[in-house]
């Protein structure tokens, strides 16, 4: 049942109830001492008002987003910042995982909006007075309307432009901020605004746009990454810079097929792998059999990420198809067996550990944050194992010598989730769009019972990790 009202006086007396008591099949998890509990929210998700920004112009295009859904006021975050702390602060989170506004602190070319800056200068100050660490990211999926027109990442100015704004950013909350994220995801929007075509910049099946988005996006990044470390040695504070990368799961439909295999090889690589491998050695290597073949070297790229960010959610089926996902020789489809969630993605907590022993692979020596992992689920009937699961992989995976630091739910709340507008409930916290109420979840209780304990339980009993239909 879903508890209506105000979540800090009830919970409390929630947490006592349980008494700490773990029975003869229950086993517990323990994380070590300083582990940090985040969440995860993006600007344009949440805040409402985002009108400069090429999303913005995007969504009031006819059918372009689910239901005909625009952004609109969002969540209202930007009004009620205090409010959404102190429920971090009730769910035991101590760190958040957030983004600032490019389009709203420059809303025009070379023009910043100092009330924008202090307005994430105050949210910071906020999440500190409350114990709460922010990380920030300062580029998720969304740009200034005035950016996308000179042609986005594809630009060539983008490098200088992105450093401008990362170091009026800094010049404003890195005395308090000490992570932060460049880009979010930067191979999704490729894939859906370059190869599907169906978010910004809506180029289909334009490989040749999308390599050039990409080169942008490195070169964005290394530039941003410099200066950031430019201004914090000037200040002799700590600073840590990395990307959120999007790693999923891609296995071959067919085992024992050897076309489903490469097919699997090939995406792996050039989704997961191409852009994460470039950051560490400076080289972009990307091939797709007939269709692309990059490699090149840029400059001042190597060695650019001080912590890995992972976000995980699923698994792909790859099977060989000649016309298959968005004109490549492949094509994605669902594990008819596995469950899914409510957009029809597979749950699969093991791939959560295969991705982690994967990183720790290929770069051993660099802390890793998950700075997304969550599930849709309207009616909260599964988040709660779905959770768990996914906790139980990442406590494996740590104690075979994956260093992770600390793991962001996604998400706080339900929100606008792009092209698939309100209806997808990622939230720990349900959202009354119509009044803007913030209701929790049984999944908020179970977070902050992890959180409080800095420990995962679970019934012994019951396998995990299949979550077979």
Not at 83 to 91: A, G, H, P
């Amino acid at each position: 049942m879903v508890i209506r009202g105000m979540f800090a006086p009830v919970l409390g007396a929630v947490l006592a109830s349980s008494g700490g008591v773990v029975h003869a099949e229950t086993e517990v998890l323990n994380f070590p001492q300083g582990f940090k509990w985040c969440v995860a929210t993006a600007a344009h998700q949440i805040e409402g008002g985002n009108v400069n920004s090429d999303w913005w112009a995007f969504e009031h295009q006819p059918g372009t987003i689910k239901n005909g859904d625009v952004s609109g006021d969002a969540c209202d975050h930007w009004n009620r910042v205090l409010e959404d702390s102190l429920l971090m602060k009730t769910i035991g989170v101590s760190m958040y995982r957030f983004s600032v506004e490019w389009a709203k602190i420059e809303p025009r070319e070379g023009e910043w909006d100092k009330s924008a800056l202090f307005h994430y200068l105050a949210e910071v100050e906020t999440l500190r007075a409350l114990g709460i660490e922010p990380i920030v990211t300062l580029q998720h999926f969304t740009l200034p309307q005035w950016m996308r027109l000179r042609g986005g990442w594809e630009w060539d100015g983008s490098p200088a432009a992105f450093e401008r704004f990362s170091r009026k950013v800094y010049e404003t909350i890195g005395h308090r901020v000490r992570d932060f994220v460049t880009i979010n995801e930067p191979m999704v929007p490729v894939v859906g605004g370059y190869l599907a075509g169906l978010i910004p910049p809506q180029k289909a099946n334009d490989l040749t746009a999308g390599v050039l988005a990409i080169k942008g996006m490195l070169r964005s990044h290394a530039r941003a990454y410099a200066a950031l470390h430019d201004l914090a040695s000037a200040a002799s504070r700590p600073v840590r810079v990395g990307f959120a990368h999007h790693l999923r799961v891609f296995d071959p439909l067919r085992p024992l097929n050897p076309v489903d295999r490469v097919a699997a090889s090939i995406f792996d690589n050039a989704f997961n792998w191409g852009f994460y491998d470039a950051v560490e050695t400076g080289r972009l290597k990307l091939w797709i059999p007939t269709m692309m073949n990059v490699d090149v070297v840029i400059p001042g790229l190597a060695g650019t990420q001080d912590f890995i960010g992972l976000n995980y959610y699923t698994r792909d089926m790859v099977k060989f198809s000649l016309g298959g996902t968005s004109g490549l020789p492949m094509e994605l489809v669902a594990n008819p067996d596995m469950m899914k969630n409510d957009l029809g993605w597979e749950i699969y907590p093991w791939g959560f550990y295969r991705i982690l022993k994967k990183i720790k692979a290929r770069t051993p020596n660099k802390p890793i944050v998950i700075t997304e992992n969550g599930t849709a689920d309207h009616d909260d009937s599964f988040r709660q194992r779905y959770l768990s699961d996914h906790l139980k992989a990442l406590h494996k995976a740590m104690a075979e010598g994956v260093a992770v630091e600390g793991y962001c739910h996604w998400s706080l709340m339900d929100n606008f989730e792009w092209v698939e507008g309100f209806e997808p409930r990622f939230g720990l916290f349900e959202m009354n769009y119509s009044t803007m109420r913030r209701i929790p979840r049984p999944s908020a209780y179970l977070f902050a019972d992890i959180a409080s304990r800095n420990r995962v339980e679970r019934d012994a009993s019951v396998p995990w990790g299949s979550w077979r239909k």
